[in-house]
């Protein structure tokens, strides 16, 4: 991890500066290797048993990194091009950042009240598999649900349930169906 965060330091701020005390306690040194765009760094632990201080294993660990521009790294395209959203386990891409399916609009009802209830499109709420699977859903329990969703869920930060939208070009996605609502 300190040899990550010296990388990360170095592609932000464009310094290698500091980087021997970020390892003082490891007793080892950062090096790098400006031609082959490397940073690695060597040490060597004592084997925990007896006698150990005859016997060091030595570990050699590296990263490959990218000089600093003084520019985002992050691709924004020429101008020209579109951009949509996606999620990790979507179906469909979006064009609209703040669509309600990448956004939605999270109730919290009793579990007893869940199969009185229906969501936007007229469809009753089942149970969601990942976050309910190893629950006991009572009575007095309180469930998750959305105003276009199909199930509900134990957990308001069920991953099935929260959306971590990318922006992407709208190429890569190019067998992809846009979605039903902000796509038309």
């Known amino acids: 991890m300190t040899l990550a965060r010296a990388v990360a330091r170095y592609q932000t701020y464009g310094t290698k500066a500091g980087m021997i005390e970020m390892l003082y306690k490891e007793k080892a040194v950062i090096r790098w290797d400006d031609e082959q765009k490397i940073c690695s760094v060597a040490t060597k632990h004592k084997i925990p048993f007896i006698g150990s201080s005859q016997f060091k294993i030595y570990s050699y ?7 600093y521009t003084g520019k985002s790294m992050v691709y924004e395209g020429d101008g020209t091009e579109e951009f949509v959203y996606i999620t990790e386990h979507g179906r469909v891409y979006h064009k609209q950042q703040k669509c ?33 699977r190893n629950m006991e859903l009572t009575a007095g329990r309180l469930v998750y649900i959305t105003t276009y ?4 869920h134990a957990i308001r930060s069920c991953s099935k349930l929260l959306r971590t939208p990318r922006k992407v070009p709208r190429k890569d996605v190019a067998d992809m169906p846009g979605c039903s609502k902000c796509v038309k």
Request: glycine share 10%.
């Open 100 to 132: 309600v399916y990448l956004y939605p609009d999270i109730q919290s009802v009793l579990y007893q009240n869940v199969y009185k209830k229906r969501n936007a499109s007229g469809g009753k709420y089942g149970i969601c598999k990942s976050c309910c």
């Open 61 to 67: 660990r590296q990263i490959k990194y990218h000089d």
């Open 149 to 152: 969703g199909d199930c509900c």
